[in-house]
T-cell receptor
Framework: GQNIDQPTEMTATEGAIVQINCTYQ??????LFWYQQHAGEAPTFLSY????GLEEKGRFSSFLSRSKGYSYLLLKELQMKDSASYLC????????????FGAGTRLAVHP | DTAVSQTPKYLVTQMGNDKSIKCEQN?????MYWYKQDSKKFLKIMFS???????INETVPNRFSPKSPDKAHLNLHINSLELGDSAVYFC?????????????FGQGTRLTVV
């Protein structure tokens, strides 16, 4: 089966850098997703990693190590609007039609 | 020009009632989903449809019945509502992967059963 672990909560200061970790166990790997979810809103897609290494997209970067079953989301130059939950997700062994989500990491950015 | 839209956004109803949530996507995607997010914020898949055909049915009480009249619509009907059904229900859609198979989510329906 699949299992995803990520920290429940994190806090950081505006302008700083924060790294949100995610470890996963899955039978058959089809990539790893990061989603952002503001309180009371829908999850929105941030990144998708299928190969090892770092993918950078503006202030956000996502890293994957398939051999370690590990990913992280790196947020730079934090802004207050980055306060949200960050969800790590992997497709099920059956394919992309079923995403298995972690419980999410609630990030609070303080001035 | 909302990509995935679901209605209503809020739904408050009494135990035992039957209610429906509607979802429509204008992205031309083949696959649509219903997810449930409970009070602990876990987002769990309930159903997945591909071109109107049911492909995933997680362990969900049969009081929940999805219906897909066409590939752009996936509605969720819930019979005999219970207190434990209170949650936020998200509709989502994705295209069969030819590139990045990201899912697009609707704004959610907050269901409160009293």
């Amino acid at each position: 089966g699949q299992n995803i672990d990520q920290p429940t909560e994190m806090t950081a200061t505006e302008g700083a850098i924060v790294q949100i970790n995610c470890t996963y166990q899955t039978s058959g790997f089809n990539g790893l997703f990061w989603y952002q979810q503001h309180a009371g809103e829908a999850p929105t897609f941030l990144s998708y990693n299928v190969l090892d290494g770092l993918e950078e997209k503006g202030r956000f970067s996502s890293f994957l190590s398939r051999s370690k079953g590990y990913s992280y989301l790196l947020l730079k130059e934090l802004q207050m609007k980055d306060s949200a939950s960050y969800l790590c997700a992997v497709p099920s062994s059956g394919g992309y039609n079923k995403l298995i989500f972690g419980a999410g990491t609630r990030l609070a950015v303080h001035p | 020009d909302t990509a995935v839209s679901q209605t209503p956004k809020y739904l408050v109803t009494q135990m035992g009632n039957d209610k429906s949530i509607k979802c429509e996507q204008n992205l031309g995607h083949d696959t649509m989903y219903w997810y449930k997010q409970d009070s602990k914020k876990f987002l769990k898949i309930m159903f997945s449809y591909n071109n109107k055909e049911l492909i995933i049915n997680e362990t969900v009480p049969n009081r929940f019945s999805p219906k897909s009249p066409d590939k752009a619509h996936l509605n969720l009907h819930i019979n005999s509502l219970e207190l434990g059904d209170s949650a936020v229900y998200f509709c989502a859609s994705s295209q069969d992967p030819s590139g990045v198979p990201e899912a697009f989510f609707g704004q959610g329906t907050r269901l409160t059963v009293v």
